[in-house]
């Protein structure tokens, strides 16, 4: 017998390495974190779309940048609707007025109502879109790639964490799993499916799902022994957790100064590369206490390191535009329009690389079932 091959001059279908989707929207969510410019936010947001439409999978989690979006408009109108009902009141272009209510002295600087300006209101849609696009990437890591492969992935120092943030990801794919099975549950039962009404009815039923779904998994990798420990001397565990109290303190400094142009270059790049090596080799030593054994590991290529310049070119290219001292963040008082930094821009456009470098992901019936087989004549 021989196995069915692919077509000669197409290229395998196969996943992409977690890490390597991670990696890739860790950098834009790093580029997202880095400015307040509704433009550069809106092409990230549309590269972020583009390039899951493009490499999702028919998997079960792939709906989660759908949840993440509708999660950001939510966090978008509630960042807006604070600071009118309760924000604090700065002079400018007044839209409209609300009625007020007299707080006492010790409640200065916070009033409830009063007049709503469009400096207000444009200031408050800026940071809700940022924290909107940071929750995008996050759905779309989640929609690229399973979390149990990315624990699968992960270095055994950090198995038993991973587990913990392995259950807190698989909650939100799962969420988007319960949500569409409860809609085709009450579609069947003849109920509405959209309105009010529908979302109230179906919000326990989801969560208390996708809840149980994730301590199952919780219990299923518990029970196969995962995180179990092995033996390492004494002064390896002092050197591991010396290094992790270091890198974690660098990595720190060196991520405020990347995301502050104010903070001394020395405290920049220099600090986080530091703090990387130091966790780095943290993660050697402390994986020698974990004794565990890997099946059919995720391959590491091309295709990897070439999503991981993507992302890696998206950051360079905000920084850049900070150095050269573009509009990262458009001022407020006094309004003006934004205007798209160059660098940037062309940064986060090299992040939709991806979209064609990356391997088609395979469908998820053959990835659970083995290979076709065909008998020789």
Not at 268 to 282: K, Q
């Amino acid at each position: 017998m021989s196995r069915r091959r692919s077509s000669p001059g197409s290229r395998p279908r196969r996943l992409l390495h977690p890490g390597a989707w991670w990696a890739w929207a860790v950098g834009l969510a790093v580029v997202a974190l880095r400015t307040t410019n509704p433009l550069l936010l809106g092409l990230v947001l549309a590269v972020l779309a583009y390039v899951v439409a493009a490499r999702r999978s028919d998997a079960p989690w792939a709906g989660s940048f759908a949840v993440a979006l509708k999660l950001g408009v939510v966090v978008i109108v509630v960042r807006m609707l604070f600071p009118v009902l309760f924000g604090n009141r700065v002079p400018g272009t007044t839209l409209f007025t609300l009625p007020s209510v007299t707080l006492p002295d010790w409640a200065a600087g916070v009033s409830i109502g009063g007049p709503v300006t469009a400096e207000l209101l444009v200031g408050a849609f800026y940071q809700g879109l940022r924290l909107a696009v940071v929750i995008a990437c996050v759905g779309a890591a989640n929609s690229l790639c399973s979390p149990s492969r990315m624990l699968r992935s992960l270095p055994n120092a950090l198995y038993e964490a991973g587990v913990a943030i392995t259950v807190a990801l698989t909650f939100a794919p799962q969420l988007a799993v319960m949500s569409s099975r409860v809609r085709e549950a009450r579609r069947l039962r003849g109920r509405a499916t959209s309105g009010p009404g529908a979302f109230a009815s179906s919000l326990v039923p989801v969560f208390e799902g996708a809840l149980e779904r994730a301590v199952l998994l919780a219990a299923s990798m518990d029970s196969r022994g995962y995180g179990r420990h092995g033996r390492a001397p004494v002064r390896v565990r002092r050197a591991a957790a010396a290094l992790t109290l270091g890198g974690l303190v660098l990595c720190g400094i060196g991520a405020y100064g990347v995301l502050d142009a104010s903070v001394p270059l020395v405290l920049r790049a220099p600090a986080l590369v530091a703090g990387g090596l130091a966790l780095a080799g943290s993660l050697v030593l402390g994986g020698r206490r974990s004794d565990r054994t890997r099946y059919r590991p995720d391959p590491w290529a091309g295709e990897e390191w070439a999503v991981l310049g993507s992302a890696a070119a998206a950051v360079v290219g905000v920084i850049a535009s900070g150095w050269a001292g573009s509009a990262l963040d458009p001022s407020v008082y006094p309004l003006e329009v934004p205007q798209l930094p160059v660098a940037a821009a062309v940064g986060v456009l090299v992040a939709a690389l991806p979209a064609w470098v990356a391997p088609e992901p395979p469908s998820l019936a053959s990835v659970a079932a083995p290979p076709a087989l065909e008998v020789a004549a």
